[in-house]
């Protein structure tokens, strides 16, 4: 079992930066890619970013790119978001996920456990 615990979400201005953490539990935290969702009010969740159990390979969806980077630090059971040149549009609710397959996954069904959320509101 793995729980999630995510944080740093809040009210930002369009342009400013955000850096969102995902503290697990266990001691296996190593054995699982992580990967940032996220669900704007009135839409699906949907994959953010992606990274693999080494750190190694991540993978980002399109609108983010560029902007967002996805770290993870094996020692502190830890997974980062850096979240820079916010838009209003990357207003949603953020989760992390934690999948037992080797590869970074942007499907949803690949991943075994997930966080509760924090909330980010980027406003204009």
């Known amino acids: 079992q793995v729980q999630l615990v995510e944080s740093g979400g809040e009210l930002v201005q369009a342009g400013g930066s955000l850096r969102l953490s995902c503290a697990a539990s266990?001691?296996?935290?190593?054995?699982?890619?992580m990967g940032w969702f996220r669900q704007a009010p009135g839409k699906e969740r949907e994959f953010v970013a992606g990274?693999?159990?080494?750190?190694?390979?991540?993978y980002y969806t399109d609108s983010v790119k560029g902007r967002f980077i996805i770290s993870r630090d094996n020692a502190k059971n830890t997974v980062y978001l850096q979240m820079n040149s916010l838009k209003p549009e990357d207003t949603a609710v953020y989760y992390c996920?934690?999948?037992?397959?080797?590869?970074?996954?942007?499907?949803?069904?690949?991943?075994?456990?997930w966080g509760q959320g924090t909330r980010v509101a980027v406003s204009p």
């Open positions: 266990g001691r296996t935290f190593s054995s699982y890619a």
């Open positions: 996920a934690a999948g037992r397959g080797p590869l970074v996954e942007i499907r949803q069904s690949k991943y075994d456990y």
């Open positions: 990274i693999s159990r080494s750190g190694g390979s991540t």
